[in-house]
Nanobody
Framework: EAQLEESGGGSVQAGGSLRLTCAGA????????MAWFRQTPGKEREGVAA???????VYADSVKGRFTIAKDRAKKTLYLQMSSLKAEDTAMYYC??????????????????WGQGTQVTVSS
């Protein structure tokens, strides 16, 4: 049973914005790293953004300057603010938690807890 749950996905036109939310207080509270990944059919899961604690962030080159990952301390919630969306951002988006240090925070195998995903579709 997934202990992380994503929401906020949907359909948007290119240039638009969406904010994804990941809930799961227990998992998020004990996570060393939290991250967002995305996947399209036939492709490997791709790391989008990761956060260590509440301020150490890392982004994939493809989303730098457009996406922002953040964690709410009080709500124990993870967010991904996505702006200037492009058709190539279309994918299933997953949040993930790692309970240990990693030097490759955008690699999916470093994470041990996953949500079930939320679909983002960007039309051009």
């Amino acid at each position: 049973e997934a202990q992380l749950e994503e929401s906020g996905g949907g359909s948007v036109q290119a240039g638009g914005s969406l904010r994804l939310t990941c809930a799961g207080a227990e998992v998020i509270s004990r996570a060393y790293y939290m991250a967002w990944f995305r996947q399209t059919p036939g492709k490997e899961r791709e790391g989008v953004a990761a956060i260590r604690g509440f301020s150490g962030t890392v982004y994939a080159d493809s989303v730098k300057g457009r996406f922002t990952i953040a964690k709410d301390r009080a709500k124990k919630t993870l967010y991904l603010q996505m702006s200037s969306l492009k058709a190539e951002d279309t994918a299933m988006y997953y949040c993930a938690a790692a309970d240990r240090q990693t030097f490759t925070p955008l690699v999916w195998s470093q994470y041990n807890d996953w949500g079930q995903g939320t679909q983002v579709t960007v039309s051009s």
